[in-house]
């Protein structure tokens, strides 16, 4: 019996050790050493932001390529800047890293382009500056380390609802989390049933709950209800006129914002706030639109241009627009860096 039981062990390691080395030799050939488990991005740990893209790494995050120039940001390297140049930088989250879109149909990839079509002598040059999952204060702390020192005549800084409930807490990834990107990164095997668990069951049936919470935000009114449908249900929270809760992560935001806009302009760098709606926006009447008040609000006040999305999606009314209840598809990013382009040229910010 407890050669049987002996044999077994054995064996069954034996198919373990083997199951391992194939999913090593098919990693290897598919799959960049970068990438691992279901998130699939290349991040590292950093002790004063909690996290960074790794510089230099390459790979795929919700089935889309992945480049980090050696800066720590996506997309291509940053030249050294030259007198002729017009440099804009894009300070946010996920929603300016191109969330669920290709680099060249995130919306600081299109800016450039389109802006490039119509600059005379110029060189236009756009830098994405957005790390998904950071808050506020991690983007001014980047601003201060990384975008100031690039030196943009312009700041386009993104700002969407989770900016405000992210200021209530913070953690550098669960333990639970940090185990299984440990496990990830050190069992092939391990990894790859992590994606095809993804990749055919977890995807296909997150599309499927996509398209039904579409099809019932059109018919909820109200606007708590509508908070709750999606997976950050706190930002009922940001539409309750009489929270006490809101207003502490608003004043942890304001002073964040403020920040960031004093030391763009110790520099004499340009500013632009676009406030980013969330797709059950789209079917609120405005009314309830109180987190675009308050930085519309925050904008008048501190002399800052304003551009707000919100008006400007509802007269798409398309629902192709959003990928998610945050992100953008590409139609959406194209609709950003056009509106963009187009507040850019009647500033005049490229001739000043």
């Not at 034996?14 to 970068?34: G, Q």
């Not at 050294?80 to 990839?109: A, M, N, Q, W």
């Not at 001014?140 to 993104?158: A, H, Q, S, Y």
């Not at 990834?173 to 185990?179: D, F, V």
Request: with cysteine.
């Amino acid at each position: 019996m407890k050669n049987k039981l002996f044999l077994s062990i054995v064996a069954a390691i034996f198919m373990m050790l083997i199951l391992e080395i194939s999913a090593r030799v098919i990693k290897n050939n598919c799959i960049s050493e970068d990438t691992y488990g279901f998130y699939r991005v290349p991040f590292k740990k950093s002790s004063l932001l909690g996290w960074e893209l790794k510089p230099g790494a390459k790979g795929h995050w919700y089935g889309n390529f992945i480049e980090v120039n050696s800066l720590g940001f996506r997309g291509r390297e940053v030249p050294v800047k030259t007198e002729d140049s017009f440099r804009i930088f894009c300070l946010g989250d996920s929603l300016v890293f191109g969330h669920g879109v290709e680099y060249r149909d995130s919306f600081p990839c299109k800016l450039q382009e389109y802006l490039s079509l119509l600059a005379k002598k110029q060189k236009i040059e756009v830098i994405n500056g957005g790390i998904p999952g950071y808050a506020t204060w991690q983007e001014r702390i980047l601003f201060e380390n990384k975008g100031v020192m690039l030196k943009p005549d312009l700041l386009v800084l993104t700002f969407c609802l989770n900016d405000i409930t992210s200021q209530a807490s913070y953690k550098c990834g669960s333990a639970l989390h940090r185990i299984r990107i440990f496990l990830a990164k050190n069992c092939a095997s391990l990894d790859l049933l992590d994606n095809f668990i993804y990749y055919k069951i977890k995807r296909p049936v997150w599309l499927h709950r996509h398209k039904k919470e579409q099809n019932v935000e059109k018919n909820i009114k109200n606007s708590s209800e509508l908070a709750k449908l999606t997976q950050f249900p706190e930002f009922a929270v940001l539409i309750d006129k009489n929270s006490t809760l809101r207003d502490r992560w608003w004043r942890q935001t304001r002073d964040e914002l403020k920040g960031i806009i004093s030391d763009a302009k110790e520099n004499k760098i340009n500013v632009i706030i676009m406030a980013i709606p969330f797709r059950y926006q789209m079917y609120q009447a405005e009314s309830d639109i109180l987190p675009q008040r308050l930085i519309r609000e925050f904008c008048y006040q501190s002399n800052v241009s304003l551009i707000d999305l919100l008006p400007i999606f509802k007269k798409y009314n398309n629902k192709r627009i959003f990928l998610d209840v945050a992100h953008m598809s590409s139609l959406g990013n194209r609709i950003i860096s056009k509106e963009l382009t187009k507040f850019i040229i009647k500033a005049n910010y490229m001739n000043n």
